[in-house]
């Protein structure tokens, strides 16, 4: 992160923006499956990066253009109403479900500047999916990147206190899952992150206290709380180049004795790297631990209806492995932008104690036409479940991709209408549990 004078009220945003840029175009891609949770730490600081990233650019936003303002409050409501068709609603591979599904949203963002160097802000997406066929599927939505955060300045000390959350329901974004349309639940990560800016040398502390509550006793056993501590030291060897050292550390306990509590390390290396005003890269990499608790005492864990063998506990060997990232962005043209993030990694698993996998997830942006807007993505996963199996894990290898295409219009000033596609792929050595499914929808949004 180059070296500024901005103002401190506007720093917050500055500093966020500029350090995950290039995270906030994929957070979607890449960052809103719930039990993304490999280098837990690590990949924790990222989504806080990509949230943050998105953050700012929300509130820059409503500094500009606001529902309601009083004194220096502004706040930002923008409604939008969707209606999808789901031709596979609960991912089977022998009889999907399809269903018509009715989405409002309410998408609010608050800035409230309490002096001229603490910032209190919110960024909320509230909305309710009503499935008109099998209502048993419906449920309300917290949009990934919600956020409450309140930034305060101490000399050269940036102190950010914040309560990242969501609630979704959507199966189809978490590549480990298939034969149910009831994995999702509430993730909360609450804490606060600390920057020395020495100019030449940048200094981050950080600690989160991060519950995942499952929204279905189907997956109950997944419900955990972590602790997340992180460290980060970077020397900018240019203005536009800061390389540095981090390391991570998650401790994770589950509610009932299903999976096995485990603690895990990172370390690492990383750079980030802004040739320019228009692109943006940061490559990772470094070596993760994990260690087992063996806590598990009843492997009663159901994957699309079939449970291992009675009185099975699982058992898992402690694993090292590697992990890197790369994620750059390129505003090519004022009409094109490309984005891509690529890696592998180690997660915590859902059918067993361990996913390992290899991901690429590419997005261009167009904006070719006057008022036309057009989005292209793709999401890849190789994995594996089992990883370090010994005994009751569920052992997969299985490849996941999630294509979109989407196009916005503006009909009107303040109105546009948007059309979505989305087609997700599974395969798997167990050929029970793939499955292909379309989505199409079509979405009004009304921005003041």
Known sequence: MPHTQTPKNLLAATHRTRAAASLAMGAGLCLASLSARGQEGLRNSMAGDAAAAAQAQAQAQ??????????????????????????????????????????????????????????????????????????????????????LSFDTYIKDFWINFHDRFQFTRDPSIEPGIAGTAFYGGLNNTAGLAVTWDLRDVVLTLGYDHQNFIASSSEFA??????????????????PDLTVGVEGTASFTTYNQAVLNEYQSYSAGVYADWKPGSYLHIQPRAGYVIYQFDHTSQSAQVFYIGVPPPAGETIQTADLTSWYADLTLSHQIT???????????????????????????????????????????????????????????????????????LSAEYAIMKQLTVG?????????????TYEYTQNLVGLQLTYRP
């Open 62 to 147: 409503a500094l500009q253009s606001y529902t309601f303002k009083t004194g220096d409050f502004r706040l930002l409501a923008v409604p939008s109403l969707e209606m999808d068709w789901n031709d596979n609603v609960d991912l089977s591979k022998s009889s999907p479900q399809e269903d018509y599904i009715l989405k409002p949203l309410l998408r609010l963002t608050g800035t409230y500047p309490l002096t001229q160097h603490n910032v209190l802000s919110l960024t909320v997406g509230i909305g309710y999916d009503e499935y008109l066929q099998h209502s048993q599927y419906s449920a309300m939505r917290v949009e990934s990147g919600s956020t």
């Open 221 to 238: 056993y997944l419900t955990r709380s972590s602790e997340l501590p992180l460290a980060r030291a970077g020397f900018r060897f240019r």
């Open 334 to 404: 004022k009409a094109l932008t490309y984005s891509l993030s690529a890696g592998h990694e180690i997660r915590g698993g859902i059918q067993s104690d361990v996913i390992e996998d290899s991901y690429v997830r590419p997005a261009i942006q167009w904006a070719i036409l006057k008022d036309v807007s057009l989005r292209t993505s793709i999401s890849y996963e190789h994995g594996q479940q089992g990883e370090g199996n010994v005994t009751g894990n569920l052992t997969e290898t299985y490849d996941w991709l999630g294509a979109n």
């Open 419 to 431: 059309l979505n596609y989305r087609l997700t792929i599974r395969s798997a050595n167990l050929s």
